[in-house]
């Protein structure tokens, strides 16, 4: 009985070190990277559904000079590696996390400043922050901040006060523990090993971007009119759902505009330029936002943060703060969508409403880091001063939108309809 039990506990326990041996070295979420070589491991498949994660620890290892942040937007459209950041900005990461807002942008900025790595402390240069109005409104009657879950929290360095976070040591032995030892990492870790060659594959590099390789597929398969249908779809009863505010009851502030003043405040006491992004919204998104009745709180939004840039950016001779509005009607915006059985066409800049290309990602990083033009009013700095000029230029666009575009229009006026109906006839029943 002694021999038996001895033996099945040197064979749990090799079987434990080979799992543990097989995750280590695949490491499917970006997590350790002791081994990162191409066609062995350097697709990680599993990283993106574990993007807070690795993400947190990464930055850590990599010490930017050049930071991205915001949500999947940013995520998919801002490439860390693309040929127009500025060399005192290398290496740049890529720390927009999908589906987070205000509070977690504040949270995670503050975990790379606290970072000193062996004494070595780097801050980084410039920042580039996709800001998205979806993520600023707020039920005045309700307000209240949206807290970053225990989990993400506990992984950085400090809490939200600043304060040395004391319970990030125990999370991070829980991290390596679950990528290293469980089932779950090592079904991850063989997918690692076995999609090397697949030109699909989802991907997170390790500067933390994510390339859409999935989307190639997708798109491929069931042509783009059905990729935006669905993104539309999920947008308009997104916002259906959302309030309409900007302001808390007081009429002045909200805890999301509190955390961009949060923002402007860490760049200017460590000396970072900083750039605001509002994201080049397809046509499609800018109407849903007219559509769902979010316009004016869309105008006001701009206004706000408008002002807030225009009076607490910082002085003379202090990095710069700039906000850049890429939000608009113009060529690039405007780009058709192919047609419903249309398999062939491939559309250049946008993969869906929701999320831009690289391709245009890049166009961006070229208007804000080199001033070079990409069509006539697109990317507008954005300053007390002409602030109105550009509200009011946009709803000329918007309207000469609706009279150019009637179909499209008219597909998504009925989406939102439909969609009401469906909640109404819910409710009565």
């Known amino acids: 009985m002694k021999r038996y039990l001895q033996f099945w506990l040197i064979l749990t326990g090799t079987m434990l070190l080979a799992v543990a041996a097989c995750n280590l070295v ?31 620890y990464q930055v850590l290892r990599v010490q930017p000079r050049g930071l991205i942040l915001g949500n999947s937007r940013a995520e998919v459209g801002f490439d860390p590696e693309y040929e127009a950041w500025p060399a005192d900005s290398r290496p740049v990461f890529n720390l927009a996390l999908p589906g987070t807002g205000t509070e977690t942008t504040v949270r995670f900025l503050q975990h790379v400043l606290a970072n000193d790595n062996a004494g070595s ?5 410039v920042v580039v922050w996709g800001i998205d109005f979806m993520d600023f409104l707020i039920d005045a009657r ?10 993400e929290g506990n992984r950085l360095l400090t809490n939200l006060d600043g304060s040395p976070n004391p319970t990030r040591a125990l999370q991070q032995a829980r991290d390596y523990l679950e990528s290293t030892l469980t089932l779950g990492a090592f079904i991850d870790a063989i997918e690692t090993l076995g999609r090397q060659g697949d ?17 190639l597929k997708i798109t491929a398969d069931e042509g783009y009119w059905a990729v935006f249908r669905q993104r539309d779809l999920e947008n308009v009863k997104a916002y259906l759902r959302r309030p309409k505010d900007i302001f808390d009851a007081d009429g002045h502030s909200s805890p999301r505009l509190d955390d961009l003043r ?14 605001l992004i509002i994201y080049p919204y397809h046509s499609h998104l800018m109407e849903i936002i007219r559509i769902t009745g979010h316009w004016p709180a ?9 002002h807030i840039v225009g009076t607490e950016a910082g002085r003379r001779g202090e ?35 929701g999320h831009f290309k690289r391709e245009l990602g890049n166009l961006i990083l070229d208007r804000i880091f080199t001033l070079a033009d990409a069509g006539d009013q697109f990317g507008t700095l954005l300053r007390p001063e002409n602030v109105e000029a550009q509200i009011a230029l946009l709803r000329m666009q918007e309207a000469e939108y609706r009279k150019s575009h009637p179909r499209d229009v008219a597909e998504l006026e009925s989406i939102a309809e439909q969609i009401k109906s469906r909640r109404r006839d819910l409710r009565n029943h």
């Open 319 to 353: 990095p710069p703060v700039l906000l850049w509005d890429f939000s608009g009607f113009d060529e690039l915006t405007t780009e058709a969508v192919p047609g419903k059985n249309d398999r062939q066409a491939r559309m250049h800049w946008y993969w869906e409403a």
């Open 142 to 151: 309700t307000s209240r901040r949206i807290a970053v879950t225990s989990k």
């Open 199 to 215: 030109p699909y594959a989802v991907d997170l590099t390790p500067l933390g971007f994510n390339p859409m390789r999935d989307y």
């Open 298 to 306: 869309f105008e006001d939004w701009k206004r706000a943060i408008t």
């Open 262 to 275: 949060r923002v402007l405040s860490l760049c200017r006491q460590h000396g970072i330029a900083l750039h």
């Open 121 to 125: 402390k780097v801050v980084p240069k």
């Open 26 to 56: 695949a490491d499917p979420y970006g997590l350790f990277r002791l081994v990162d070589e191409p066609g062995f491991n350097r697709i990680k498949p599993s990283a993106g559904a574990h993007g807070t994660m690795a993400k947190a």
